[in-house]
């Protein structure tokens, strides 16, 4: 890399939310970026990668399909790996990225909002040269978590880049836009409770719609797998109203046709704000940490059932905002401290980091190999990993959960 060129950055990912993400931050005019998606058991459908790109600012010829065979030589000679993706498949970018010459630098991140920290996030990355963040408060509490976890890690902030910044427009739609995620509220009765109640939000109000906004259609993988699906759970209830209906459009696009936004805690509850559309982050089911909405405390987003109303949709406390997610642009660390990680190790001041394998050898590696890619994974190493490796898994699960009955959850 010489002085003045951008980064080369090389984004690997494979599921909705990761793809959106990864997309939108090496489209970055500063970086020279491109986003590798990673064929695995759960990568996009190509009208998930439609809808995860619109709007990300990254040029389609910059977009490619990889299976893993081909990943060690579509990632050779970048400055930068960005392993963008769930745990398990970011450990297999990490190995596979390391072991080139020249070994990059390998950065990572998560998709969108990450309080409350979690020591798995950390443990999966720790291959990883740089984690990349996107607020204060998320930099401070997994500096935090990783200082107690003793684990070595650094941190850098960047803004999310599909809620650059805030507009003090007013909203010109007239949509109530849920917006659905797979895994909060996670218990079936739940779900079928924010599945009635959003036909009764339909039913008062007939002149509006009330749009649920989903990532995936039957048969298409998510990021975190769903049991029960609003589609499923509007039929069991039946006698929908017409003015309710299901969509699979950008997030963009259905921010552009809306009054307001409701979620439980989705990311989308950010994205709305920066585009000036008032937000609910709905807290019927609680706040805590499992629900993932405990980052709205304090900025006046929270609200019941009567979030759902016309007109009680609200923008965040502006003392809220700086600390998370809408801080300056000027206070993003992640470009430099890349550039100067790269300029380290080009200079063979940065080591890579120990590739974790260990105990198990190509064992292991082969049934981590598997873990990450799924059925994709067809080598017979893989195979027979999985095959010994799922009994095991079970049985140590078994003895950790046995444990955690007779003498408790910190056993």
Known sequence: MRAGEPLRIVAVADTDSYVKWAAATVADPRAAGELLVLDTELVVSDGQLDAALAGAGLARDRVSRVRFEELAERMRGADVVLA????????????????????????????????????????????????????????????????????????????????????????????????????????????????????????????????????GRAGEAQTHREDDSYPELLAEIGDVPPNLVVSYA?????????????????????????????????????????????????SGLLAGREGLLPGRQRHPDPEWLTDNYFHEPADDTWLADLASLVERRRAGDLAPRPDGVGLG???????????????????AGGRAAYAAGVPVRWALGAVRRARTRLYGSHA
């Open 84 to 215: 963008a993706a769930r745990g398990p498949l970011v450990r297999l970018i990490a190995r596979t990225a390391a072991r080139l010459e020249p070994a990059p630098v390998i950065a990572t991140g998560l998709p969108g909002i990450s309080v409350p920290p979690t020591w798995l996030a950390l443990h999966f990355r720790r291959q990883c040269d740089l984690f990349v963040l996107h607020s204060h408060r998320e930099v401070r509490e997994f500096r935090r978590l990783a200082a107690e976890r003793g684990i070595e890690q650094r941190f850098a902030l960047a803004g999310l880049p599909f809620a650059r910044r805030l507009h003090g427009r007013e909203p010109a739609g007239t949509d109530l836009v849920f917006a659905a995620q797979a895994i909060v509220p996670r218990e079936r009765r739940d779900r079928l409770t924010m599945a009635r109640l959003l036909v009764d939000a339909a039913r008062s109000e007939p002149s509006r719609r009330v749009v649920v906004k989903l990532r």
């Open 250 to 298: 950008p997030m963009e696009e259905a921010l552009a046709s809306a009054a307001g936004l409701v979620t439980v805690s989705s990311t989308a509850a950010i994205e709305a704000a920066a585009a000036g559309v008032p937000v609910v982050a709905f807290d019927e089911f609680g706040v805590g940490d499992d629900l993932i909405n405990t980052v709205f405390l304090g």
């Open 361 to 379: 050898g190509r064992a292991r590696e082969a049934w981590e190999r598997r873990l990450a890619l799924g059925n994709r994974d067809r080598t």
